[in-house]
């Protein structure tokens, strides 16, 4: 399963190049990211395969890793609706979802409050 990593950032010019420089040296890949700014803070999403290696990589450089979730990811269509009818899936099997976007692989990635039932429904 796939590790998403909430990471909490200033809001002030570098903080995203001081973190994309801390997961590189430590030779982690970003797989996907989305990120928005709210309340004077930076909060990013960033899917990784290795999560404590990224964690320790963010934390050395002083850099605050809030949450790490287990995420689903399914490979969709693109085209009108897909989103619909994944997430309708995901919904049927009374799975809740709390995190979405696309991974840089263009799959999709959902945190869900249920990894199992989510992953059989999109299966």
Not at 52 to 80: C, K, N, Q, W, Y
Not at 93 to 113: F, H, K, M, P
């Amino acid at each position: 399963m796939a590790t998403d990593l909430t990471v909490l950032l200033g809001h002030q010019p570098g903080t995203l190049a001081a973190m994309g420089r801390a997961l590189g040296g430590a030779g982690v890949n970003i797989d996907g990211i989305c990120g928005v700014s709210s309340g004077g803070q930076g909060v990013i999403h960033v899917l990784v395969d290795d999560a404590p290696a990224a964690r320790s990589a963010l934390e050395g450089a002083g850099i605050e890793v809030s949450a790490e979730t287990e995420v689903v990811t399914a490979g969709f269509d693109d085209r009108p609706g897909e989103l619909g009818e994944m997430a309708g899936r995901v919904a049927d099997a009374g799975t809740n979802i709390e995190l979405v976007y696309v991974s840089c692989d263009g799959r999709l990635v959902l945190g869900v409050d249920d990894t199992a039932a989510a992953t059989q429904a999109l299966g």
